[in-house]
């Protein structure tokens, strides 16, 4: 059985978590379980769940008691059993007090409902498609041999259609980008008031106060050195 070290541990660990590593707390985790196989997949779940610590305010302490938990969960155990084993002293501390069976269960789901454990756990599932992929090559063997050996030219064709189906390649998906232009306050003033100079100036061409050439020609932005360029 090869012991947890403090190097490995902390390698694992986000930066703002190393520093509450020491030898004693490693120490302790070793002493803590006596069953190799227990520990193995503790040690290893301890440094392979370590990313959780990162989505939220968690202590190190919390983190290694719900890996533990949910170390014995993997292992088949109840949720009472899982918490049994992880916290031993608070046990025997609740039957010092006489804390009813039913108060302990309570505490117990509280526990299991808590975030850094379902944010362990979901560390650990795995999905369906996985778990059944034996299922999956037996049912394409299963259409397979339909396709070749069955009597009925229907129930041929169907397998033949089922297997080209399951194994038709993925088809590319195409990325649409949709880009628009939010307008924000500014251009919306701009464009109103560029709105109102043009109907002023219409007005001032209808009531002969001006022409179109100087409207073409008038400043619309004062002090703005510019050069006019006569018409080619």
Avoid: C
């Amino acid at each position: 059985m090869t012991q947890l070290t403090v190097d490995e541990i902390k390698s694992a660990l986000p930066d703002n978590f190393k520093k509450s590593i020491n030898q004693q707390l490693i120490d302790g985790i070793n002493a803590t379980i006596s069953d190799p196989e227990m520990y193995e997949q503790y040690r290893d779940n301890l440094v392979s769940y370590t990313h959780v610590l990162k989505t939220g305010k968690f202590k190190i302490t919390n983190y290694l008691d719900a890996v533990r938990y949910v170390s014995y969960k993997l292992m088949n155990q109840t949720n009472i059993q899982a918490y049994s084993n992880t916290f031993p002293d608070k046990i025997a501390r609740f039957n010092a007090q006489g804390v009813s069976s039913k108060d302990v269960a309570s505490y117990v789901t509280a526990y299991n409902k808590s975030k850094l454990v379902n944010l362990i756990l979901e560390q650990t599932l795995v999905p369906t498609w996985v778990l059944n992929q034996d299922l999956y090559q037996r049912a394409l063997n299963v259409q397979a041999d339909l396709m070749l050996n069955a009597r009925s030219e229907k129930v041929r064709s169907d397998a033949a259609n089922s297997i080209l189906t399951q194994l038709k390649q993925p088809e590319k998906q195409k990325i649409e980008l949709d880009i628009g232009v939010k307008e924000d306050s500014v251009i919306e003033q701009l464009k109103l008031r560029t709105a109102e100079l043009a109907a002023q100036q219409r007005m001032l061409i209808q009531a002969g106060a001006t022409n179109a050439q100087e409207v073409a020609h008038s400043k619309i932005i004062d002090n703005v050195e510019y050069t006019e360029v006569d018409d080619e």
